[in-house]
């Protein structure tokens, strides 16, 4: 998708996807608090979204640190990101720790 047509969305998926855009670490916390137990589908389904856009390196490194230190949801949206990249040794080594659940190791 190109970045004129993302430029088409409104309201809280806008405000995410600016957030990933940018993605430096108070950007990813800001993102990873959609992520509580009163998300709605539609809000999670927005965060996978911007979570997709994230190439900068030190945005990239905040994933991370939710996949090992966040909520059981916050762990499995970042483990959705890192699987997506084929950054299966991170996947590996949170299952092995106990952070995620099979299935969502391996999910491809």
């Known amino acids: ?39 709605t589908i539609e809000e999670t389904r927005y965060v996978d979204f911007a979570l997709s856009l994230v190439e900068n390196e030190k945005g990239i490194q905040r994933i991370e640190y939710y996949l090992f230190n966040g909520s059981q949801m916050q762990r499995n949206y970042a483990s959705l990101f ?20 099979d299935l969502q190791a391996f999910i491809r």
């Open 1 to 39: 998708m190109t970045y004129l047509q993302i430029d088409r969305f409104t309201g809280l998926l806008k405000v995410l996807i600016d957030l990933a855009r940018t993605g430096n670490r108070e950007d990813i916390d800001m993102i990873f608090n959609e992520l509580n137990k009163d998300s």
């Open 82 to 101: 890192f699987n997506r990249r084929g950054d299966y040794d991170l996947i590996e080594k949170a299952n092995k720790e106990g952070l995620i659940d």
